[in-house]
């Protein structure tokens, strides 16, 4: 069965980078689109980003430009998130999600990870 | 980007339907079919419910379904059922960079 087991709770000081790792099996890894969404404390999804660990194709949010980065090492189906410049507001939990792919497109996500804490803290 | 827009909150008793809106512009929701939703319990990862508009992931129950019409998606929950009280997220592709945006999300209370 398709899991994504993604790597432990982080706590960093602002202005620190932090590395969030999703590990893919039971699917061939480089077949479908992986993204990333997020969700402060009491609040919604957010997307963040995403890859093709197939194919390289590389997406992020506006928002996040600069300061975000999505890698995949197929070698081990496994996948990466970075993201730099840390400040309180960066406090969430972090998911990774495996997209559904349709004919008409890749952007709804059926399998998700269990989502990682990442606490922003002085 | 503007995320959205759903109810904060919708509720109903068990055994009746509700309905969730989610209205967003021609450059999002209006303007493609790749409308999403997803059902979240406390605690827990998003569960894809409905996908392009209408369709249901396998294993997910026919109580659930979806509509749109102009800038504005629909889910639907028919037979309400204990389990369902859960928060419920919308998204849609844009074009843009940000290529999903979500909704900020509905409570649903089952009373």
Partial sequence: QVQLVQSGAEVKKPGASV??????????????????????????????????????RINYAQRFQGRFFVTSDTSTSTLYMELSSLSSEDTAVYYCARAHCSGAGCYQFQYWGQGTLVTVSS | QSALSQPASVSGSPGQSITISCTGTSSDVGGYDHVSWYQQHPGKAPKLIIFEVINRPSGISNRFSGSKSGNTASLTISGLQADDEADYYCSSFTVSSTLVIFGGGTKLTVL
């Avoid at chain 1, 402060?40 to 093709?52: D, F, K, R, S, V």
Wanted: overall charge positive.
């Fill in chain 1, 19 to 56: 590395k969030v790792s999703c590990k893919g099996s039971g699917y061939t890894f480089t077949g479908y689109q992986m993204h990333w969404v997020r969700q402060a404390p009491g609040q919604g999804l957010e997307w963040m980003g995403m890859i093709n660990p197939g194919g390289g």
